[in-house]
């Protein structure tokens, strides 16, 4: 077994468990060494794929060189005139002194361009550059890099409504956290469809429902775009129905972002949290009730207000809850997300 750096993004503890939950799913065996706040360090029998960039959470895997100095010594680097140099420093790693002599004394012929930084990079990593990881006592050569260009380019899907897109982080994440490998994930409240828009960059098929015809149609249009801009072979249909009285009974796991309620402007007071949580309750118990058993990601809304957290409780119905509830917002969020990894059999 080799073993690896993880560096997470914000959100570090769903980001673990999304990795987690994606290994498991694929039967790779793994053992954690270490996990302190953003770092993981796993030692797994195989690691193919450009990994940060199909996870969601994870912005840098490096592959650990050793844990000291003399680690380097052994590595075979494969160094160019034009080669450029980065050293990542995390958690105050004492040993960033030690590496960045070792490169100057050991390379000045092969006229190194060095960019000395903290936690920077170029957005992929290309054959003249080289990132090194350090994290206390070990050292790790990053070996995948998470790309923000491929979310931005994907963002530019033909229909958007920034009030119902799910963002693509959030939604690989979801998709990962289900564990499942293959199969037909079902979105039931699909909006403009960017969940099922990465599960069918995934290698899943997908099935998609909305209760609003223009978010059916713009899912449609989305997904028509994505398999066509990616050539992909897998399928996708997307329906106008009713979340609660779902009559397509062919899928494998559900992974949705439902309805959060209307668009919230400023801080709720008690009645007005109150108020917009009745009819959100209902909308999920009747859900539940009548959802076939499966796998489930799921998330439900926190409203807070200036006093107390207005939360829903007791929705599941017969679903076992595996994992959750993880708390994800950001300091914009007028309500805090809840997510859950629900199963019922």
Known sequence: ??????????????????LRQFLDGRKIHYIVKEVKDEIAVVALENLEGDLANTLGGTVRIGEIIGRDKEALRNFPFILSDKMRLSICVYKNSSLYLDVKTFF?????????????????APSKLKKDYLEILLFKDYIAKTTSL?????????DKRPCNDY??????RLARILINLSGIKKGTLL????????ILQ????????????????????????????????????????????????????EFDFVVTEPYLGPYIRGTLNFSEAQNVK???????????????????????????????SIMIKDIFDG????HGPILYADEKSKIIREIYVLEKR
């Not at 979105?187 to 960017?194: L, Q």
């Not at 309750?281 to 076939?292: A, G, P, S, T």
């Not at 679903?319 to 595996?322: G, K, M, P, T, Y």
């Open 198 to 249: 990465e599960a069918l960059l995934l290698g899943y098929d997908v099935y998609g429902i909305d209760y609003d015809i223009k978010s059916v149609s713009c899912s449609q249009q989305n997904l028509a775009w994505t398999k066509k801009k990616h050539i992909l072979g897998n399928s996708f249909n997307v329906v106008q129905g009713d979340a609660r009285r779902i009559s397509f009974r």
């Open 1 to 18: 077994m080799k073993e690896y750096l993880f560096v997470f993004g914000r959100d570090p503890e769903l980001s673990f468990l999304e």
């Open 163 to 168: 009030l119902k897109n799910t963002s693509i």
């Open 187 to 194: 979105d039931p409240f699909c909006g403009t469809g960017v």
């Open 319 to 322: 679903f076992r809850v595996l």
């Open 278 to 308: 009745k009819p959100l309750e209902k909308l999920y118990r009747d859900f539940f009730k009548n959802l076939k058993p499966c796998r489930a990601v799921f998330i439900l809304p926190r409203f807070q207000t200036k006093k107390v």
């Open 146 to 154: 998470f790309n923000p260009s491929l979310y931005k380019e994907r």
């Open 104 to 120: 100057k004394t050991q390379f000045k012929k092969e006229r190194l361009r060095y960019l000395f930084s903290k936690n920077t």
